[in-house]
């Protein structure tokens, strides 16, 4: 009797160990996920934008501009921005999401400019085209 007291006590314990943990409620004073998804995203364009042109010595003048133009844009603060990523990277669950919903964001950005840049070279392509044409 002992002993399946002890494999039910066992058993309660490692089920209540595994499988998902409560839902973390999220503080008004950190920015939502959608929000905040939306955000990577750009600090995303950001980065790659300042690593791939900005070379001077102003580089980080210049970025530094960039984010407070992106905070200004979502009505945040640098301060609340570090706060709501230090929150997230606590909560690996939730920045798995952010990230999640930024890939999609940052597909359909991608999908986007590939579209108008394919929609402007045929625009000029019928421009040469009827350029070429008597008239």
């Not at 494999?7 to 089920?15: A, D, G, K, N, V």
């Not at 210049?62 to 603060?77: A, G, P």
């Not at 929150?87 to 964001?105: D, G, Q, R, T």
């Amino acid at each position: 009797m002992a002993i399946k007291r002890i494999w039910i006590i066992l058993i309660i314990i490692l089920y209540s160990c595994s499988g998902d943990k409560k839902s973390v409620i999220i503080p008004e004073d950190i920015i939502n996920k959608e929000d905040f998804s939306s955000i990577i995203t750009n600090v995303i364009i950001l980065e790659g934008y300042n690593s791939r042109i900005i070379r001077l010595d102003t580089a980080d003048i210049k970025i530094s501009h960039f984010y407070n133009d992106l905070f200004n844009d979502y009505n945040i603060t640098k301060t609340e921005f570090d706060k709501s990523y230090t929150f997230y990277s606590e909560h690996p669950k939730l920045m798995k999401e952010i990230f999640e919903l930024s890939e999609k964001k940052f597909k359909l950005k991608e999908d986007r400019v590939t579209k108008e840049s394919k929609n402007i070279t045929d625009k000029k392509k019928k421009s040469k085209k009827s350029n070429l044409l008597p008239k």
